[in-house]
Structure formats: C-alpha cells, structure tokens
C-alpha cells in the first residue's frame, strides 16, 4: 500500500511532524513518503495522511485547497488528517481543541480520524507581524511537540491499514 503523508507547513514543524510520521509508517513496513503539498497528488496513492499547520485557528491555505480540490480522490481512500500548532507544555494543552475548518475537512475528505499535535515556535524564524502576533498573545518559545505520541499515532494508522477489511 502506497501512503502519502504532506502537509502545509509555515516555518518547517509540521513538515518535520509529517516526515515522522511518513518514516515510522516504513518502519511499520509500509511503503510511505512524505512530500511537499505544493507537488501532492493523492491520487497516485492509497492512503493519505494531510496535516496542517494552525493559525488563528484555521489550517492553512494550501493544505484546505488540496482538501477541496481532490475531495473525491480523498474520500475514495483511508485519510488521516492531523493538525500542529498548540504552544507550550504538555500539562497545559488541550489536545481537543481542534482547528475551525477541521470538522468540514474530516466530512470533505471522509478522513477517518484527526489529531492535534503540539507545535515549535522559534520567534527568529518570524517576521514582524508573527512576532507581534506572538507577542500579543504571550505565546510561549520552545520545541513542544511530543515525538513519541506521533509515533503512537502513525502506529495506529499503520495497523488499519495492515487490518482486513471487513466484507
């Protein structure tokens, strides 16, 4: 089974989440890769699992625009949608707070599940209006995401997809 992983991606996080995932799913002994969304053709694949970065809680633009343009392809195999953008320790996110669009998406793509994954800020990386943004907001600068629950993660997609399916 050929599984593309992508994923928008503002300042490179959730490209490093989706190519985690993409390697422990061929850890799992699956054939995976992951892409950039920009070049992404779910077509040419079995299974597909889109992320997105968050911002002012919606995904980004490229990552909705891939939903929607390939909503059929998508919806005629398994999708697993995830999101990144949650900032701070593990004690004080809530995992279940989801995007906006992300319920629209999930229908569109007929996904078969999402989940929420702690972001990266580096406020070098920034321009000025993220860092005023960010300033704003009092967001709080560090690596927050949790490596071992994205392996978790894409373990349990590698185990639906290794599963019969049912008649």
Not at 30 to 49: F, K, S, T
Not at 80 to 94: A, D, N
Not at 129 to 139: H, P, T
């Amino acid at each position: 089974m050929r599984i593309l992983v992508t994923a928008a991606s503002r300042h490179g996080s959730t490209g490093e989440i989706a190519a985690a995932i993409a390697e422990a799913l061929v850890q799992r002994g699956h054939e995976a890769e992951a892409g950039p969304i920009e070049a992404a053709a779910p077509e040419r694949y079995d299974a597909v699992v889109l992320g997105s970065a968050v911002y002012t809680g919606r995904w980004l633009k490229p990552a909705r625009a891939l939903a929607e343009r390939y909503a059929a392809e998508l919806a005629a195999r398994p999708v697993w949608l995830f999101s990144s953008g949650p900032l701070g320790p593990p004690e004080h996110l809530v995992p279940e707070e989801e995007a906006v669009d992300v319920a629209a998406l999930t229908q569109t793509t007929r996904a078969r599940g999402h989940r929420v994954f702690a972001g990266r800020l580096h406020k070098r990386d920034l321009g000025f209006g993220e860092r005023a943004m960010v300033a704003a907001v009092r967001a709080p600068e560090g690596d927050f995401r949790d490596w071992a629950a994205i392996d978790a993660w894409a373990a349990e997609i590698a185990a639906a997809l290794a599963a019969p399916v049912a008649a």
